[in-house]
């Protein structure tokens, strides 16, 4: 398992060739959800996953509505960021849905307050799951955050329920440059056991 989560890191630089079949890159996104914990099972996480030319079309949808808020002058910096993902294989687009979220809140309204942060901890889970599996199957990727700026034409071009909750965008390919060195803050500062 340890093992698993030190392969896991922030990958940029990412190209066109997995290691694996897109099928198997779908399976394994499915599974690492699907294995996930959610607040009294609820089940939250869904994922639209996006291969070739629809993960373009996401990173194409990102670039407009950036380029309409972005000063003129500052865009070409977003705009090769935008290209760095849509270099990639593909995107996973994860969504929380409210619907089960509003159930539990009225049958349980002591928790009511509740289950919206649960249903944060629980799509971050599901992120890391699928980004240790992916980073496991030898597939680098990164964590962005482009909602709620894409969410309209998202939601119109993939016919997504009205009821998901865009929470995170995964581009996804080819480890096409080494990871830099990673450091860690003291031990101390983070941890306390008592036994
Ligand atoms: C909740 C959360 C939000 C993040 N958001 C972004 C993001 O919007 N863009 C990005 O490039 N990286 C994002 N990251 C990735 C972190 O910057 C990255 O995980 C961190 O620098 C450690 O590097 P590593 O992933 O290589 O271990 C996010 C990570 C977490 C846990």
Known sequence: MLDKLKKRRTQYALGKKLPISETQVEALVKEAIRL??????????????LFG????????????ALRAIVP????????QKINSFAS?????LFYE???????LQANFPLYAHNF????EHSTGMAQLAVWT????????ASLQHYHPLVDAETAKTWNIPASWVLTAQMPFGSNEAA???????????RFRTYR
């Open 133 to 140: 599996a992916l980073a496991d199957a030898g597939i680098g």
């Open 116 to 119: 919206p942060i649960w249903s």
């Open 97 to 103: 849905d409210q619907e089960p979220i509003k159930a």
């Open 179 to 189: 990871f830099p060195e990673k450091t860690f803050i003291d031990d101390e500062l």
């Open 88 to 92: 990639g294989a593909g995107t996973v």
């Open 53 to 64: 030319k629809e993960s373009d079309k996401f990173w194409s949808i990102a670039r407009e």
């Open 72 to 79: 003129a002058s500052d865009f070409e910096a977003t705009n």
């Open 36 to 49: 996930s914990p959610s607040s009294f099972n609820s089940q939250s996480s869904r994922a639209v996953i």
